[in-house]
């Protein structure tokens, strides 16, 4: 009953039952960041490997983390934070509660790394209100770290200092976005706050700050560990790393799959046991729900990376790679995704307000028979309205999945308008999305 | 208003944050309030933002912003069934149709012996557990075929009987 099905570094030998220090400590875990702490590195040596490596952010933008990293005022005195965003809520993605679950171990030890290279003491994980579970393992782990000297003072009798908390989220997706993460640990709304000032300059507290993703802090002792340059090389270049993929919807093994960048889709896709029930590939949504939608033969040619599923008009994002097959309505598919944006804007800007409002109740009419021809010109020029005008990227990930689906399905857009209804007959849609559970 | 249990459990979670920033805790002190009160009144919050020493506005909007606080009361088990596109596409609404017929309630009601809530919910990050089901927002239940689903709540029903006895 795991939604880990093939792990090969952060989730490599672990499980319900391995997720103790000691298991961590049998798979090697913290003797980097024993290495680090004896020999005396240098801050900028850490980095220096983290930006060899490649590796770039799993939490939905890419961005390089050496990079980020850098940015750190590292050598003023002073407070300075680090914080792990597993506020994993972003539709299709369920790594993070994997790694969380079956290897806490690896987070905290990349948190305690991250601490020294940016010269910080404190740190915090926002984990997603809904697995609650989850924070209380986390909890757990971190209890554990703490009894045997991995954090607090003078860790390993290196004198640094190192302290790092749990916050649990309790429902909102818009906390994921990193500057509401960190309203939300300041015991606000979680609203966007505007940027810059970035967090590097003005983050939790106003203390200078860095965020990254679970999975890029977990990915930090194995790249260390193997050198940045034996990372680089297990992905492709610019594309460093392994990384995990969460495949969901319609396929035979939906689960979390740790695989090298650069491996082909039709790979993941054959190891997630192929479309479900031997159906046609329709569409796929490879980078969680914010990511614009490619049409099936398209992605069967991609390799999963970020250059490869850009090339193809999308987004890698979290890696959360979303299946629909030929018995999906691709109209109600995208009511139900835009009904989601609109439930969660946090309303601080008009155009993410009212133009997710728009979005869902336009694409709602047009799913319920009631559309008009000039509803998807209204479409189009509503998402031009909200793209690069808002404070937090939410408006755009509304938009995006608006104007693929559009570009890619028009004719069925057009089809509901005219017909009133949808080309797949509504009891073969109902059935293709049964309830489906492996044996 | 809320018991010493409950209260020690809030001041672990203060002693998280840096000293002076005792508003960080105001989502985990809810949650604990939530979890003894089973839905959060205004005396309830007034309570929460004078332990807190915040403006009790400040702490309603913290409450009412995040989906997970309950402002009105539920029945002893809310059950929020995720119906995102990827649960969508893997039985989500097959689940939350199934509660309904058997529990006889549509989404936002609650059964007439005031034993279950239906609410729909939007991603739990779990989605190839697909169908996903929470208990009162901290169990989650996965894969929830039919058989399971009627189980969960003959479980959830004699638990409460065996409660009250
Ligand atoms: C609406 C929205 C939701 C987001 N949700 C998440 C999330 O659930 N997890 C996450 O790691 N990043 C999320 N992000 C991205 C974060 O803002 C941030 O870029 C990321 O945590 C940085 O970590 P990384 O560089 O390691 O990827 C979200 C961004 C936006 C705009
Ligand atoms: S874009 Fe939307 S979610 Fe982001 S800050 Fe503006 S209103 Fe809030
Ligand atoms: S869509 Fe239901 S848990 Fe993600």
Same mark, same amino acid.
């Given at each position: 009953?795991?939604?880990?099905?093939?792990g090969?570094?952060?989730?490599?030998?672990?499980?319900?039952? #391995?997720?103790?220090? !000691?298991?961590? *400590? $049998? =798979?090697?875990?913290?003797?980097?960041?024993?290495? /680090? %702490?004896?020999?005396?590195?240098s801050q900028?040596?850490?980095?220096?490997?983290?930006?060899?490596?490649?590796?770039?952010?799993?939490?939905?933008?890419?961005?390089?983390?050496?990079?980020?990293?850098?940015?750190?005022?590292?050598?003023?005195?002073?407070?300075?934070?680090?914080?792990?965003?597993?506020?994993?809520?972003?539709?299709?993605?369920?790594?993070?509660?994997?790694?969380?679950r079956?290897?806490?171990?690896s987070?905290?030890?990349?948190?305690?790394?991250?601490?020294?290279?940016?010269?910080?003491?404190?740190?915090?994980?926002?984990?997603?209100?809904?697995?609650?579970?989850?924070y209380? #393992?986390?909890?757990? !782990?971190?209890? *554990? $770290? =703490?009894?045997?000297?991995?954090?607090?003072?003078? /860790? %390993?009798?290196?004198?640094?200092?190192?302290?790092?908390y749990?916050?649990?989220?309790?429902?909102?997706?818009?906390?994921?976005?990193?500057?509401?993460?960190?309203?939300?640990i300041?015991?606000?709304?979680?609203?966007?706050?505007?940027?810059?000032?970035?967090?590097?300059?003005?983050?939790?507290?106003?203390?200078?700050?860095?965020?990254?993703?679970?999975?890029?802090?977990?990915s930090?002792?194995?790249?260390?560990?193997?050198?940045?340059?034996?990372f680089?090389?297990?992905?492709?270049?610019?594309?460093?790393?392994?990384?995990?993929?969460?495949?969901?919807?319609?396929?035979?093994r939906?689960?979390?799959?740790?695989?090298?960048?650069?491996?082909p889709?039709?790979?993941?896709?054959?190891?997630?046991?192929?479309?479900?029930?031997?159906?046609?590939?329709?569409?796929?949504?490879?980078?969680?729900?914010?990511?614009?939608?490619?049409?099936?033969?398209?992605?069967?040619?991609?390799?999963?990376?970020?250059?490869?599923?850009?090339?193809?008009?999308?987004?890698?994002?979290?890696?959360?790679?979303?299946?629909?097959?030929?018995?999906?309505?691709?109209?109600?598919?995208?009511?139900?995704?835009?009904?989601?944006?609109?439930?969660?804007s946090?309303?601080?800007?008009?155009?993410?307000?009212?133009?997710?409002?728009?979005?869902?109740?336009?694409?709602?009419?047009?799913?319920?028979?009631?559309?008009?021809?000039?509803?998807?010109?209204?479409l189009?020029?509503?998402?031009?309205?909200?793209?690069?005008?808002?404070?937090?990227?939410?408006?755009?990930?509304?938009?995006?999945?608006?104007?693929s689906?559009?570009?890619?399905?028009?004719?069925?857009?057009?089809?509901?308008?005219?017909?009133?209804?949808?080309?797949?007959?509504?009891?073969?849609?109902?059935?293709g999305?049964?309830?489906?559970?492996?044996? | 208003?809320?018991?010493?249990?409950?209260?020690?459990?809030?001041?672990?979670?203060?002693?998280?944050?840096?000293?002076?920033?005792?508003?960080?805790?105001?989502?985990?002190?809810?949650?604990?309030?939530?979890?003894?009160?089973?839905?959060?009144?205004?005396?309830?919050?007034?309570?929460?933002?004078?332990?807190?020493?915040?403006?009790?506005?400040?702490?309603?909007?913290?409450?009412?912003?995040?989906?997970?606080?309950?402002?009105?009361?539920?029945?002893?088990?809310?059950?929020?069934?995720?119906?995102?596109?990827?649960?969508?596409?893997?039985?989500?609404?097959?689940?939350?149709?199934?509660?309904?017929e058997?529990?006889?309630?549509?989404?936002?009601?609650?059964?007439?012996?005031?034993?279950?809530?239906?609410?729909?919910?939007?991603?739990?990050?779990?989605?190839g557990?697909?169908?996903?089901?929470?208990?009162?927002?901290?169990?989650?239940?996965?894969?929830?075929?039919?058989?399971?689903?009627?189980?969960?709540?003959?479980?959830?029903?004699?638990?409460?009987?065996?409660?009250?006895?």
């Amino acid at each position: 009953m795991s939604t880990l099905k093939l792990g090969q570094m952060i989730l490599k030998d672990c499980d319900e039952s #391995r997720w103790r220090l !000691a298991d961590y *400590e $049998a =798979r090697g875990g913290y003797q980097v960041l024993r290495r /680090i %702490l004896t020999e005396n590195w240098s801050q900028e040596r850490v980095i220096e490997e983290v930006k060899t490596s490649a590796l770039r952010g799993r939490g939905g933008a890419g961005f390089p983390t050496g990079l980020k990293w850098s940015f750190m005022p590292r050598q003023f005195p002073g407070e300075k934070y680090v914080v792990c965003n597993s506020d994993e809520g972003e539709p299709g993605t369920f790594k993070d509660r994997d790694i969380l679950r079956y290897n806490p171990h690896s987070v905290i030890e990349g948190m305690i790394i991250a601490g020294y290279a940016m010269g910080a003491s404190c740190g915090y994980n926002y984990i997603h209100g809904e697995i609650f579970e989850v924070y209380e #393992r986390f909890e757990e !782990a971190l209890e *554990e $770290a =703490r009894r045997a000297g991995y954090l607090g003072e003078n /860790i %390993l009798g290196s004198g640094f200092h190192f302290e790092l908390y749990a916050h649990h989220g309790y429902g909102a997706y818009i906390c994921g976005e990193e500057t509401a993460l960190l309203e939300s640990i300041e015991g606000k709304k979680g609203q966007p706050r505007f940027k810059p000032p970035f967090p590097a300059s003005y983050g939790l507290y106003g203390k200078p700050t860095t965020i990254n993703n679970t999975e890029t802090f977990a990915s930090v002792p194995f790249l260390l560990a193997m050198g940045g340059e034996q990372f680089l090389h297990l992905g492709k270049p610019n594309n460093g790393g392994m990384k995990i993929f969460s495949v969901s919807g319609h396929v035979n093994r939906p689960g979390n799959y740790e695989i090298p960048m650069g491996t082909p889709f039709s790979e993941l896709l054959e190891l997630a046991g192929g479309v479900r029930g031997g159906r046609k590939l329709k569409a796929v949504i490879p980078g969680g729900s914010s990511a614009p939608v490619v049409p099936g033969d398209v992605m069967m040619e991609c390799t999963m990376d970020y250059d490869s599923i850009a090339q193809a008009g999308s987004m890698l994002g979290s890696g959360a790679v979303i299946v629909m097959d030929e018995t999906t309505c691709m109209v109600k598919a995208l009511e139900r995704l835009s009904y989601f944006y609109y439930e969660e804007s946090c309303g601080q800007c008009t155009p993410c307000r009212e133009g997710t409002g728009w979005l869902y109740r336009i694409v709602h009419r047009i799913e319920h028979g009631q559309g008009r021809v000039e509803d998807l010109e209204l479409l189009e020029s509503a998402t031009s309205n909200i793209m690069g005008r808002t404070i937090c990227a939410l408006g755009d990930a509304a938009s995006m999945p608006v104007q693929s689906f559009i570009k890619h399905f028009r004719d069925e857009f057009l089809y509901h308008i005219e017909h009133k209804r949808c080309l797949v007959p509504p009891e073969v849609q109902w059935a293709g999305s049964d309830i489906y559970v492996e044996a | 208003m809320l018991s010493p249990e409950a209260l020690a459990r809030i001041d672990r979670e203060i002693a998280k944050y840096p000293a002076g920033q005792k508003q960080s805790a105001v989502m985990a002190a809810l949650r604990i309030a939530q979890e003894e009160k089973g839905w959060l009144s205004e005396e309830t919050i007034a309570f929460v933002a004078d332990y807190l020493e915040m403006p009790p506005v400040a702490v309603y909007e913290v409450a009412t912003f995040y989906n997970m606080y309950d402002l009105a009361p539920v029945g002893k088990y809310k059950l929020t069934v995720c119906t995102n596109l990827p649960c969508a596409l893997s039985g989500g609404y097959h689940a939350a149709e199934h509660l309904k017929e058997r529990l006889g309630i549509d989404f936002n009601e609650t059964t007439p012996d005031g034993l279950f809530t239906l609410k729909e919910g939007e991603c739990m990050g779990a989605c190839g557990d697909a169908p996903v089901l929470l208990v009162n927002n901290h169990r989650m239940c996965c894969r929830m075929t039919r058989e399971r689903l009627d189980a969960l709540l003959e479980t959830l029903k004699r638990q409460a009987t065996e409660n009250t006895q």
